[in-house]
Nanobody, 129 residues
Framework: VQLQASGGGLVQAGGSLRLSCAVS????????????VGWFRQAPGAEREFVAG????????YYADSVKGRFTIFTDNSKITVYLRMNSLKPEDTAVYYC???????????????????WGQGTLVTVSS
């Protein structure tokens, strides 16, 4: 399984960005299995932290308290790409953002990093004050 994250960049505080995570290359073992996709971030000198997660059904969503009401995770109809819409960005949102996928039931989103089996490369988001 490969995950390709994109969409990072430099934005002023209060601005918006949309990150994309393209999920591809599922093995035959994964072809009929269910998985959840999530976004994590890691700021310089900080631990990696959960940001948002979505179930394969797209009906179960989880958000970190720090981003609730500002960030939205969603997927396209094909469920091949998962997006993270980030509004009202703050300097403290500056981090490398990673998308990840992990086996789950159809309706269950994942919140903990050890539940995720596959990780994409990060995309850097920088919010200037």
């Amino acid at each position: 399984v490969q995950l390709q994250a994109s969409g990072g960049g430099l934005v002023q505080a209060g601005g918006s960005l949309r990150l994309s995570c393209a999920v591809s290359g599922r093995s035959s073992g994964m072809a009929n299995s269910r998985y959840g996709v999530g976004w994590f971030r890691q700021a310089p000198g900080a631990e990696r932290e959960f940001v948002a997660g979505i179930s394969q059904s797209a009906t179960s969503l989880y958000y970190a308290d720090s981003v609730k009401g500002r960030f939205t995770i969603f997927t396209d109809n094909s469920k091949i790409t998962v997006y993270l819409r980030m509004n009202s960005l703050k300097p403290e949102d500056t981090a490398v953002y990673y998308c990840a996928a992990g086996r789950s039931s159809y309706y269950r989103a994942l919140q903990v990093d050890y539940e995720y089996d596959y990780w994409g490369q990060g995309t850097l988001v920088t919010v200037s004050s």
